[in-house]
């Protein structure tokens, strides 16, 4: 009478002829012993729920939407948190003993890697998918310190690679990708059975490490727009449709194009930033995922572009 009929429990309990701290008895107690049982679904979960199984059918993923938060006037960066913290909980459940875990570097990873929660996983492997050497110094700092934090949590051995993001030129890439010491990293990516990784995009509010971290002269990025690239997974160039072949800069870079993601069985893919809407739909056409986390502005962007 209360919850079906919406009836007052005044109304319920002249009905009945008891007290009307008699009804509210029995609906405590109905609660009490599970008779009765309230859900509560936050603002904006409806809406999410839709994209989430619009992106599922349009773009053959299993994923995970973040709602928005103060009806969508949230920032990127507070988006970024969001998603982070969800991207965390859903990584913690992928993960299995004796796993090979390939992770690419970056703001949204390192982002996902500080909300890390201790998960000790016996024999696990993190092995790092793209070199982070640039044109201002190594980049093996940042990228050892999300590494160590990630393989601190799970107590997972590394394995780092030691190369350019980007060669100067083709040919001394494909020479160094030779080298017998860079074919056992190559080969420990091959083994991996989960990838983790972000979109990168050239005007994100929260900026890209590849934009801020001396990996790119103007020249390349002017080189990039004219070539059709709008952002990048893993330092791969991608064009709005989800190509890459053709990209002069992706001749030059070391890591994983989306026809090598796709060897991966399992591939997370975490996105957070209005800009980002473009450069997600063009990782989502390449097939770089499996598995997607994204915040509900940024998706329904990217399926807005439909």
Known sequence: MYYDEALTMEAIAAALGVSRSTVSRLLRDARADGLVRISLHPPGAHRAEKLRERLERRFDVRARVVPADNGGRDSDIDRLGAVAEAAAEELAGMLRPDMSVGLAWGTTIAAVVSRLRPRPTPGLRLVQLNGAISLEGTGLAYV???????????????????????????????????????????????????????????????????????????????????????????????????????????????????????????????????????????????????????????????????
């Open 144 to 306: 050892s310190t999300v590494l160590a934090r990630a393989a601190e949590v799970w107590d997972a051995s590394v394995m780092q690679f030691p190369v350019p993001a980007f060669f100067d030129v083709a040919s001394t890439r494909e020479a160094m990708l030779r080298e017998r010491s860079v074919q056992r990293v190559l080969e420990a990516q091959r083994q991996c059975t989960l990838a983790v990784f972000g979109v990168g995009a050239f005007d994100a509010e929260v900026p890209s490490q590849v934009q801020t971290g001396g990996y790119l002269t103007e020249a390349d990025r002017t080189a990039l727009l004219a070539d059709g690239a709008v952002g990048d997974v893993c330092t791969v160039f991608l064009r709005a449709d989800g190509s890459w072949d053709g990209i002069d800069m992706n001749g030059r870079g070391s890591g994983p194009d989306p026809a090598r993601l796709q060897r991966i069985p399992r591939r997370l893919l975490i996105a957070a930033g209005t800009r980002k809407a473009v450069p997600l739909r063009a990782a989502l056409l390449a097939g770089t995922a499996t598995d997607l986390v994204v915040d509900e502005v940024t998706a329904a962007g990217a399926l807005g572009l439909d």
